[in-house]
C-alpha cells in the first residue's frame, strides 16, 4: 500500500510539472505570435513616409511591417508590399491570427499596401491617405474590403 501512495504522489508531480511546462510552452508561443503586432502598435501615431524605413524619419506600410519584423523576430523582409506578398503562407480569411500580414490593391495593382492583423476585421498600418500616419483601420470598411488581396502569415523564430 505505501508503494502505491508513494506512485501516485509520483504521478501526481509529474503531471503538475508537466502541465507547468506545456502553460509556459503556450504562453510562449503566443508572446511570439503577437509580437508584431504589438511592435506595431507601439508605432501607431508614427507619420507616414513615402520610402520610410524607421520610425524617427517616417514609414511607409512596407518599412513598417520590415521593422516591427525585424525588431521583433530578427526577420528581414523586403521592402516592398508585393515582394513581401511572397513569403510565408497564405491564411483564409476565417483563420486570420493577430500579427498575420494582410494585403490590398490600393495603387492599381495587386498587393500594393500591406498590414498586420490585429483581430476583430481591424489591421495596423502605414496610412498614405486621410490619416498621414501609423494607425488601424477596419477591414469592413468598403474601401478596404474592396481591396483586400489576401493574407500570408510569417514563419516565427525567436530573436
Sequence with gaps: MRHVAVYVILILTLTAAMQARAEETLQSGLKALSAPLL?????????????????????????????????????????????????????EPSELRPGDLVFFNTLGRPFSHVGIYKGEGKFVHASSRRDRKVTVSDMGNRY????????????????
Excluded at 525585424?70 to 523582409?77: A, N, S, W
Excluded at 478596404?144 to 530573436?159: K, V
Aim: glycine residues 12%; charged residues 25%; aromatic residues 8%.
Design 39 to 91: 511592435g506595431a502598435l507601439d508605432l501607431l501615431g508614427t507619420p507616414y513616409r513615402m520610402g520610410g524605413r524607421r520610425p524617427e524619419t517616417g514609414l511607409d506600410c512596407s518599412g513598417l511591417v520590415r521593422y516591427v519584423y525585424k525588431q521583433t523576430h530578427d526577420i528581414d523582409l523586403p521592402h516592398n508590399a508585393r515582394d513581401i506578398s511572397r513569403l510565408g503562407e497564405p491564411v
Design 144 to 159: 478596404w474590403a474592396a481591396r483586400f488581396n489576401g493574407a500570408r502569415r510569417i514563419t516565427l523564430t525567436s530573436p
